[in-house]
């Protein structure tokens, strides 16, 4: 096993090996999170970067093609700011608690990727007009869940999200070169979908002709309620109040911030509850359209204890909704959650 750094001061460790970690509540605070302090979630051991990595365009395309690291360097440089969540972000929060990492709330962060385009990658090999997915492979392996053999981890995309100039075949993270945990030396990045979808340790990428129904696909990463599964997709409306923390002891004056994302559409609208009355807070511009956006409502609180809750509304008039909704691997638990604190006199 690989000899790793201890990343418990930075990070919240759920699993050392392969390592799932939470980005801590107090980083959370900033609007784009410090690289040491990103989430990371591996299911696999990750695999060793080498100098002559290079991403096999294959499938239904003209010719199969192999794009270097330096080929990509060459190519034109694109940057998105966005969040990126786990779909198992709170699954702790589901009761029973599904199988699969508990995390808490952390399992999100906000971060700028650097890269290429993934359409003008796939433009090096002419995609074939009948292709209407696109596979990503990443160069991880390891067991299945249910022991039948071994597994690579692979998802894949519609073609026109794939196709979408911001869906990046990124080497860069918040202007470095990105680390091994998150997927060096190149990964895909895809801005609105839930974090499955930014396969790491970018081997290929296949086009196909038909939808696929590997084990990524149709066994993990899928909203699966009495035996009726279907993939994982964008992610919910969802909001997250970063300041107060949970059981903060605080004043009767109190400023309550957060921040608040959807992958179908901008946040039109953040209400904040203090006890069971509601208030609609104030919403500020997100750094980019794939960013957090901020909301803070100025609250005077009652003293003793006091439960603070959001409620995120998105252009689709999708709201956060009161009661967990439960599935069998626990994903997309966006739920309206409560926040504990003591207010002083
Ligand atoms: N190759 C590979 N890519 C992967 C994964 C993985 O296990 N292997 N995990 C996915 C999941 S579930 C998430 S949430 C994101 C997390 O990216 P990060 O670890 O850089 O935060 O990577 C995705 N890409
Ligand atoms: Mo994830």
Redesign the pocket.
Known sequence: MLDVPDRSSVLDVVRAHPLCAETPLTLLQQAITPAPS???????ETPVAHADWSIVVSGDVAQVTRVSLDALAAMPQHEVLMT?E??GNWRLGMDPVPAGEPWQYG?V?TTRWRGVSLATVLAQATPASTAVELLAC?A?AGPRDDAAGVVR?ERALPLDVAMHPDTLVATHMNGDPLTA???APVRLVVPNW???A????LAGVQLLSAPYTGYFQQKR?VYEVDGDARPVTRALVKSMIVSPMPQQITTRQCTVRGWAWSGSGPITLVEVAVNERWSRATVSAPASPYAWTPFSLEAELPTGDVMLRSRATDATGAVQPEAIVWNRLGYGNNAVRAIPVLVQP
């Open positions: 990103v989430y990371v979630r591996s299911n696999f990126m786990c779909a399992a962060s990443g991880d981890f945990d998150h997927g839930y974090g499955m930014s396969v790491k340790w990463y």
